[in-house]
């Protein structure tokens, strides 16, 4: 088995950032442990191709990281889902060629270090960025990244202009991640639409009374 040029990269983006950030801010010290954690995640794989897009996404999860934990040890915990979420981009269906999947992983990730460096309680934003990050991984296509882009961006701007209003992130993640899965808004398998519906019968005479008033002539 050889190793691949992309896991190698990939390690080197997230130890670089992290060996940044400790030596920024040495009480962050122990977010190097999950550092490890995602090295081991990557380096399982170290024979399979990542491709360049993952990479960068892995770049962008660790970078914002790295940003937050230099700057404040109560955001250093944001390795937490640092680590899964790298799990989440290795192991998912992202194809070698997904520039733009990888491209807006990294910046989301990005925009959430951004807004830690500025207010450490922020950092909790990094739960639906890890959520957000494995649905854009798992996307056969650009619309939902696109979208998730979009929700994203949005929010963020509203996030950095008013030095708050973090609530947008969940709803920021469910715009992106659902709204525009397939289009318009679809429903989960096996869920029933049933908000406009009246009062059924559902006894066995109830049932017959239904199918014989369908068949009596109008």
């Given at each position: 088995m050889t190793i691949k040029a992309t896991s190698v990269l990939a390690i080197l983006a997230i130890w670089g950032a992290m060996i940044a950030a400790v030596f920024r801010n040495p009480d962050a010290w122990w977010a190097l442990f999950f550092a490890?954690?995602?090295?081991?995640?990557?380096?399982?794989?170290?024979g399979r191709r990542l491709g360049?897009?993952?990479?960068?996404?892995?770049?962008?999860?660790w970078g914002g990281t790295a940003a937050a934990a230099a700057s404040h040890t109560d955001a250093a915990w944001m390795a937490v889902f640092a680590f899964v979420a790298t799990g989440?981009?290795?192991?998912?269906?992202?194809?070698?060629?997904?520039?733009?999947?990888?491209?807006?992983?990294g910046g989301l990730w990005a925009l959430v270090g951004a807004l830690t460096v500025?207010?450490?309680s922020?950092?909790?934003?990094?739960?639906?960025a890890f959520l957000t990050a494995a649905s854009?991984?798992?996307s056969r296509d650009v619309t939902r990244p696109?979208?998730?882009?979009?929700?994203?961006?949005?929010?963020?701007a509203v996030m950095l202009a008013t030095d708050g209003n973090y609530w947008l992130s969940p709803i920021a993640f469910l715009v992106g991640s659902f709204v525009f899965r397939h289009g318009p808004l679809t429903m989960p398998r096996r869920f029933e639409w049933d908000l406009f519906d009246g009062d059924k019968d559902d006894t066995i005479e109830g049932q017959?009374?239904?199918v014989h008033d369908a068949e009596r002539p109008k």
């Open positions: 490890f954690l995602a090295t081991g995640a990557v380096g399982i794989s170290a360049l897009p993952r990479v960068l996404a892995i770049a962008g999860i989440a981009v290795v192991y998912s269906r992202m194809k070698r060629d997904a520039f733009v999947h990888g491209l807006v992983i500025r207010d450490a922020a950092a909790w934003i990094a739960i639906f854009i991984a798992n696109l979208a998730a882009a979009l929700a994203w961006g949005a929010a963020g017959w009374r239904s």
